[in-house]
């Protein structure tokens, strides 16, 4: 048997190659199909403008009622609303954290399953039921009232009450038995401030006497301004500090030059 | 004298210059005609070697503008955020650095880039020089020098990220704190001395600032000389390979063609590290705000190096107990008892190896690692000691990025540690032997070609061919080791240190491959 001219040979990387494109197109195509899947917005309801706290009750009952009860009492499956007022309703509800996808040690954050009308209306029902805090005036969201000075207050009241959950620059934390503190960039103002005074989950209630309606509003600044400045010493590798800073280093760093070692020393075929 | 001499030219008369009145000429030849092998490999400790010149560099600048106290201010800078912000000047003159001194922050993250690619290379050097056993006679006291080299870069590396005096570090510097003072009766004492006074206090930035540039770099440089020196002493290793002998060292010399190679390879090194540090950020320290004691972070992480002493710290159980009114921190002693030892076992690896195998002869091959499996095992169960308490040091961000809880990840790192460090062993031990086992396979009855031939008779069989003499001499160029025998000594008598060794040895040496022989060659030859 002649020996084939090289020529003729696929290239020894020929088929690790066509799996790279194959794993790519596969990967790229469910992606997409993914993305248009959920693209579906939270229902819109044509009547939604007019929604009544009788309305909410009723939503809270198709929706919520199997774990928090039918009059919001609680469950042993769910704790009891009554005095946890719009607030905590509206943090819950519009972050998607509630209706909880599944069982698990914190729920996750995912597209809300109601419009704002409907959480709204849900979130005077459970108001009605008990005093409770309340949803934040658009007063203390407005960050574009804070000054310079209020901005770097917000800077120091985030590092001695947040960060040692959040991490210093909000990039989120581990608690113990898989919980979790999640990352606050590009959250919402309303759902930070409702998050402070309600304290969910794990989370502790920061209630005004502890950290005052202005005092929240420099803290949501302060987020605001590291969600609007991107890092400006070039790509910040996740925001992860020294883990993805060594792995960098390592990998494409060393990773680097080592090829450039292996080229130095390579000699004509 | 009226005849015309030849004119010589300017460089001529210059050199001849300076060679009359320093004999550098005697130097340059000497240092000239070193030569280096061309394994890519060898390269390594010039990657160190040049990451250092860009460390010198731009720390030099960074020391142009930075405060070194600890002296309270007001921060007036150009950083909003932190505008009005009480802080160190240490921490405000960085600031100034980052964001109102011209090419401050570029130097910054070079700086930083270049201390990170310096100890990673340094690793890198240095599992080159174990797996090949370039450690062993004439060079044990080279690698102790250059084993040295890579603390004081770990201390130059620690110091440097504390001077910033941000959150973060400080956080680190705490950590510290905890340490020195979870050692029993002295650790209060030694807290005391190293932050002069109650911890933070206002002096350890400008002390920590004398030993990043002073101290340690001056020690850093003497190390970097005497390593040097040694390794134009003891010349290069090489691996084995026709003409490549024991007595030897083949490759280029310096003088032209190496010092082109290594100066090239110079700017390469220097431009990836300004490439990297114009285009990715590292150490974002304005996210961080100044040091203040009561503020922890979360997902706090040391730079990498330290890595392996924060996991070390996560891993270790909890705890506790009391001895004559003393509390032993079992959690921080454990630690540090463990990487202390086994500090001391890789400094002085190439002496406990040499005990073992009492071999005093001189050795100038580089030796494949699977020549030498257990060896090869220990460094394999090595690497995997240390990785698993420096991915220990990043167990939170692992739980958060997926999805786990911190303990469980924490438990199975514990198993990770102590389990998998003999499970690496032994699959490496026996994948060396497997490996050796091949080699011989092949020089004895040569390669499978792939070729089928159908015999007259019908039987097909696969043509074996023989390599030719170039790759078969890298297969059997090497040496093996019998365990060393228990034999008394000139009193007659077994010591004790006797019956280690040869159990020791038995460990090393025990199920070894020798190497082929040649009238196993002349046998396999006769047979086909």
């Known amino acids: 048997m002649a020996t084939r001219k090289k020529t003729g040979r696929r290239h020894p990387l020929a088929s690790t190659a066509l799996l790279l494109i194959g794993l790519v197109a596969a990967g790229g195509a469910s992606a997409a199909v993914g993305t248009i899947a959920n693209a579906n917005p939270a229902p819109e309801s044509a009547y939604s403008q007019s929604l009544t706290v009788e309305d909410g009750a009723e939503l ?37 954290r509630m209706p909880m996808a599944f069982q698990g040690p914190q729920a996750l954050k995912r597209d809300p399953m109601f419009t704002q009308e409907q959480s709204d209306a849900m979130g005077d029902w459970v108001a009605s039921l008990a005093p ?70 794990n989370m502790p209630v920061f209630n005004d006497a502890n950290i005052a309606p202005e005092q929240k509003r420099e803290i949501i600044a302060y987020l605001r301004y590291l969600d609007d400045n991107p890092s400006v010493g070039g790509f910040d590798l996740g925001a992860l500090g020294p883990v993805s800073e060594g792995l960098f280093i390592w990998i494409f760093g060393l990773g680097g030059l080592v090829a450039v070692t292996v080229w130095l020393t390579s000699k004509p075929n | 004298m009226t005849t015309t001499a030849p004119r010589s030219s300017f460089t001529a008369q210059a050199s001849n210059y300076l060679d009359e009145r320093t004999s550098i000429s005697t130097m340059v030849s000497a240092l000239g005609r070193k030569v280096f092998p061309d394994h890519w490999s060898f390269m390594l400790g010039e990657i160190i070697l040049y990451s250092f010149v860009a460390i010198l560099l731009t720390g030099t600048f960074l020391t142009f503008f930075f405060e070194p106290s600890m002296t309270a201010i007001e921060y007036d800078g150009s950083y909003v955020p932190l505008k009005g912000v009480e802080m160190s000047a240490a921490y405000a003159s960085t600031l100034d650095l980052s964001f109102d001194i011209r090419g401050g922050l570029l130097m910054r993250q070079v700086h930083h880039w270049s201390a990170l690619l310096f100890v990673a290379a340094i690793g890198l050097h240095m599992l080159r020089v174990f797996f090949t056993g370039a450690f062993r006679k004439p060079r044990e006291i080279n690698w102790v020098v250059g084993f040295i080299l890579f603390i004081l870069a770990l201390a130059e590396g620690f110091t440097g990220y504390s001077l910033p005096d941000d959150l973060l570090s400080g956080n680190g510097l705490a950590i510290i704190n905890g340490m020195v003072k979870g050692i029993p009766v002295v650790g209060t004492w030694i807290s005391y001395l190293l932050f002069g006074g109650i911890f933070p206090g206002d002096d350890i930035v400008p002390r920590l600032f004398v030993l990043h540039i002073m101290l340690l770099p001056a ?41 082109a190679k290594a100066g090239s390879f110079f700017f390469i090194v220097f431009g990836f590290l300004v490439a990297i540090g114009s285009t990715f950020t590292i150490l974002p320290v304005w996210d961080f705000g100044p040091y203040d004691p009561s503020p922890v972070s979360a997902g706090t992480q040391p730079d990498w190096y330290i890595g392996f002493a924060d996991g070390a710290l996560r891993l270790a159980p909890g705890w506790e107990s009391e001895i004559f009114g003393l509390t032993l921190s079992w959690n921080i002693l454990l630690p540090i008892a463990v990487l202390g030892g086994f500090i001391v076992l890789v400094m002085f690896y190439p002496f406990i190896e040499g005990w073992i195998t009492k071999d005093q002869r001189e050795h100038h091959i580089a030796e494949r690692p699977r020549n030498n499996p257990t060896r090869t095992a220990i460094g394999a169960a090595g690497i995997w000691f240390y990785a698993v308490l420096w991915a220990a040091a990043s167990s939170d961000l692992i739980a958060t990025h997926f999805h786990l809880n911190v303990f469980q990840v924490t438990w199975a790192l514990q198993a990770a540690l102590i389990l998998g460090t003999v499970i690496v062993y032994w699959i490496t031990k026996r994948t060396a032997i497997a490996l050796q086992k091949k080699d011989r396979e092949i020089l004895l009855h040569g390669y499978e070609s792939g070729n089928i031939r159908r015999l007259p008779g019908g039987e097909y069989v696969e043509v074996h061919e023989q390599l030719d003499d170039y790759q078969s001499w890298k297969l059997k160029a090497y040496e093996s080791y019998a365990p060393v025998m228990v034999r008394p000594n000139a009193n007659g008598r077994i010591t004790p240190a006797t019956h280690l060794r040869s159990a020791m040895s038995r460990w090393f040496f025990e199920d070894r491959i020798e190497p082929i022989t040649r009238s196993e060659i002349e046998a396999s030859k006769h047979h086909h």
Not at chain 1, 83 to 91: I, K, L, R, Y
Not at chain 1, 149 to 177: K, S
Not at chain 2, 228 to 250: I, S
Request: aromatic share 6%.
């Open chain 1, 60 to 96: 809270f009952r198709a929706n919520c009622a199997t774990c928090h009860g039918m009059n919001a009492q609680g469950t042993q499956n769910g704790t009891s609303l009554i005095g946890v007022g719009a607030a905590s309703v509206n943090f819950q509800v519009m972050t998607g």
């Open chain 1, 132 to 201: 409770g805090p309340e949803r934040p005036a658009e007063e203390w969201l407005d960050t574009s009232q804070v000054s310079d000075e209020g901005l770097a207050n917000g800077g120091v009241l985030f590092r001695i009450n947040c960060a040692m959950c959040h991490n210093l620059a909000g990039a989120g934390g581990a608690l113990t038995e898989g919980k979790f503190a999640p990352p606050l960039n590009g959250v919402d103002a309303a759902h930070i401030y409702e998050a402070m005074l309600t304290g969910p989950q």
């Open chain 2, 219 to 259: 020690l850093v440089i003497a190390f970097i000389g005497v390593h040097l020196v040694l390794m134009v002493v003891n010349k290069h290793t090489q691996f084995a390979a026709p003409g490549k002998t024991n007595d030897n060292v083949v490759g280029a010399p310096i003088m032209p063609l190496f010092a």
